[in-house]
T-cell receptor, first 117, second 113 residues
Framework: EAGVTQFPSHSVIEKGQTVTLRCDPISGHDNLYWYRRVMGKEIKFLLHFVKESKQDESGMPNNRFLAERTGGTYSTLKVQPAELEDSGVYFC???????????????FGPGTRLTVL | AQSVTQLGSHVSVSEGALVLLRCNYSSSVPPYLFWYVQYPNQGLQLLLKYTSAATLVKGINGFEAEFKKSETSFHLTKPSAHMSDAAEYFCAVRTQAGTALIFGKGTTLSVSS
């Protein structure tokens, strides 16, 4: 079974540009999460999808970030326009069940390292 | 609000020595607790999780953790370190009502021969 995949693995962009990160969850997983780790800080939650619906987006930093999950399959996270403080590693995770009914294990992808110059 | 504190950003041990990585949590309700490991250039991998069953939880690769409510702790241990255990370890908490994981800052484990 394929794990969570993320694309690209690295992205270097200039301040003010747009970047789109993609996450493909494990097949059949209803839940999809985005997290971010800024250098030297802890991994922080951004948002949670259940199928194609946003269940919780309380961690999204501001309206420059837009997440979508088309048809309840893959998800994209767009940053427009990117700022220096957006640099970090963006992780995607997925889990199978209908959280929070049961404590599903979240399976993480390898992350996308975003550098904004 | 829930939070996690990992004591020590960097722990160094010799091969064969005991590994002890400390995690304390704060939660107003019974928590679900997790330990994840990240090897270089890989994603986070679940080591073990506590979900209010047995307080001593055994995980993969010989790791285990004990939930101590009185101490609000969930320390990770392994009796004998291997070189392959060198990685970054994350403790995380999730409340029964929530969905997101709240992570500690991580502890990098170095193992020397």
């Amino acid at each position: 079974e394929a794990g969570v995949t993320q694309f690209p693995s690295h992205s270097v962009i200039e301040k003010g540009q747009t970047v789109t990160l993609r996450c493909d969850p494990i097949s059949g997983h209803d839940n999809l999460y985005w997290y971010r780790r800024v250098m030297g800080k802890e991994i922080k939650f951004l948002l949670h999808f259940v199928k194609e619906s946003k269940q919780d987006e309380s961690g999204m930093p501001n309206n420059r970030f837009l997440a979508e999950r088309t048809g309840g399959t893959y998800s994209t996270l767009k940053v427009q326009p990117a700022e220096l403080e957006d640099s970090g590693v963006y992780f995607c995770a997925s889990s199978p069940g209908r959280a929070p009914i049961r404590p599903d294990t979240q399976y993480f992808g390898p992350g996308t390292r975003l550098t904004v110059l | 609000a829930q939070s996690v504190t990992q004591l020590g950003s960097h722990v160094s041990v010799s091969e064969g020595a005991l590994v002890l990585l400390r995690c304390n949590y704060s939660s107003s309700v019974p928590p679900y607790l997790f330990w994840y490991v990240q090897y270089p250039n890989q994603g986070l991998q679940l080591l073990l999780k506590y979900t209010s069953a047995a307080t001593l939880v055994k995980g993969i690769n010989g790791f285990e953790a004990e939930f101590k409510k009185s101490e609000t702790s969930f320390h990770l241990t392994k009796p004998s370190a291997h070189m392959s255990d060198a990685a970054e370890y994350f403790c995380a908490v999730r409340t029964q009502a929530g969905t997101a994981l709240i992570f500690g800052k991580g502890t990098t484990l170095s193992v020397s021969s």
